[in-house]
């Protein structure tokens, strides 16, 4: 068992950046695949964006391609989201999350078993 804890967020306005990071501790961090998935009010939790565990190959949603980048710092055994041009869609609680089983494009198909708590972030119009 992995615990993740995420920071960085905030509030911002339309067109400002942010960065988002994931520690995570309890197991290898070089072993995972990390993943990045947000839940806006009233939605259901969805897919942003995954990274493999040498991370040389990430995958993004549709919304976000273009604007996020993901990244990992495996000595420091964190990972990280940094959101660029931020529209008032993409508010939404950010959460960390991880798989001992599944890769990078195995975390597009579904969410892993282990979570963050999560982070707010707001973007105001």
């Known amino acids: 068992q992995v615990q993740l804890v995420e920071s960085g967020g905030g509030l911002v306005q339309t067109g400002e950046s942010l960065r988002l990071s994931c520690s995570i501790s309890?197991?290898?961090?070089?072993?995972?695949?990390m993943a990045w998935f947000r839940q806006a009010p009233g939605k259901e939790r969805e897919f942003v964006a995954s990274?493999?565990?040498?991370?040389?190959?990430?995958y993004y949603a549709d919304s976000v391609k273009g604007r996020f980048i993901i990244s990992r710092d495996n000595p420091r055994n964190t990972a990280y989201l940094q959101m660029n041009s931020l529209k008032p869609e993409d508010t939404a609680v950010y959460y960390c999350?991880?798989?001992?089983?599944?890769?990078?494009?195995?975390?597009?198909?579904?969410?892993?078993?282990?979570w963050g708590q999560g982070t707010q972030v707001t973007v105001s119009s």
């Open positions: 999350n991880t798989d001992p089983f599944r890769g990078a494009y195995g975390l597009t198909q579904g969410a892993g078993s282990e």
């Open positions: 309890g197991r290898a961090f070089s072993a995972y695949a």
């Open positions: 990274i493999t565990l040498s991370g040389d190959t990430t």
